[in-house]
């Protein structure tokens, strides 16, 4: 078992049924010129956590963790997509439009992709979401099964919306989530910061916060 300091408490996992999730890193979020940028977002805010993410998939790598990324997005023929959503905001450019890097959350196009710096092994799942949550409408849970895992560390964006929506399903679902804080990012800083608290509250309501420097050195001990 490793042990690293967390927030409420101390955080123990098993290597052999951890895995490392990462939660929609994909270009249109983002790159500048993207359906983020677009909408007027500071894509600094979220590309701070580039760096640290990059760390911890490495060492997830040589540890032998299972890693899986998710990308959201739907259908070239959006019949996964709820008219409730697509009309939500009142955007003049949304979810199934002709954007900056193409058609906006549609699967295949450029800006749905995850940015090459974080780019999937070939024996590294993605998984395809119509939704926020990694778990809805997906085959998830099955592989997290089949691979016997308990745990999860999580990294990814935004805090707020997607990486909270996928935690709070896993804890519905039995399993322990420690949420990486320098691997998560948002738009709003505020968003974020009450974010992290909400998953720590009380115990530990959702799960526990760390940052991702210890995970790193947990799954690379010295030799």
């Not at 042990?3 to 967390?6: D, L, S, Y």
């Not at 070239?76 to 997509?81: Q, R």
């Not at 450019?93 to 199934?96: C, E, F, H, L």
């Given at each position: 078992m490793a042990?690293?300091?967390?927030d409420?408490?101390?955080f123990?996992?098993?290597?052999?049924?951890?895995?490392l999730v990462?939660i929609?890193?994909?270009?249109?979020?983002?790159?500048p010129?993207?359906?983020?940028?677009a909408?007027?977002?500071?894509v600094?805010?979220?590309?701070?956590?580039?760096?640290?993410?990059?760390?911890?998939?490495?060492?997830a790598?040589?540890a032998?963790?299972?890693?899986?990324?998710?990308?959201?997005?739907?259908?070239?023929?959006?019949?996964?997509?709820?008219?409730?959503?697509?009309?939500?905001g009142?955007?003049p450019?949304?979810?199934?439009d002709?954007?900056?890097m193409?058609?906006i959350?549609v699967r295949?196009?450029p800006?749905?992709?995850?940015?090459?710096?974080?780019?999937?092994?070939?024996a590294?799942?993605?998984?395809?979401?119509p939704?926020?949550?990694a778990f809805?409408?997906?085959?998830?849970?099955?592989?997290?099964?089949?691979?016997?895992?308990?745990?999860?560390l999580?990294?990814?964006?935004t805090?707020e919306?997607?990486?909270?929506?996928?935690?709070?399903?896993?804890?519905d679902?039995g399993f322990?989530?420690?949420v990486?804080?320098?691997c998560?990012?948002s738009?709003?800083?505020?968003?974020?910061?009450?974010?992290?608290r909400?998953?720590?509250?009380?115990?530990?309501?959702f799960?526990?916060?760390?940052?991702?420097a210890?995970?790193i050195?947990a799954?690379?001990?010295p030799?």
């Open positions: 042990v690293i300091a967390a409420p408490y101390e123990a996992f098993d290597p052999a049924h951890t895995a990462i929609d890193m994909q270009r249109d979020f983002l790159e010129g993207g359906f983020g940028a909408l007027g977002n500071d600094a805010l979220m590309r701070r956590t580039i760096a640290p993410t990059r760390a911890v998939l490495e060492a790598r040589r032998g963790l299972l890693v899986i990324h998710t990308r959201e997005g739907h259908r070239p023929d959006l019949t996964d997509l709820p008219p409730s959503k697509r009309a939500r009142h955007l450019v949304g979810i199934g002709r954007g900056p193409g058609r959350l295949g196009e800006g749905h992709a995850i940015i090459p710096e974080l780019g999937p092994l070939p590294e799942p993605v998984i395809d979401k939704g926020k949550g809805h409408a997906t085959d998830l849970a099955a592989i997290l099964a089949n691979r016997a895992i308990r745990s999860l999580v990294c990814g964006v805090t919306v997607c990486v909270h929506t996928t935690v709070r399903e896993a804890n679902r322990e989530c420690l990486l804080s320098d998560v990012g738009y709003f800083p505020d968003f974020h910061a009450a974010g992290l909400m998953i720590a509250a009380q115990g530990g309501i799960g526990w916060v760390a940052p991702s210890p995970v050195a799954l690379d001990p030799p």
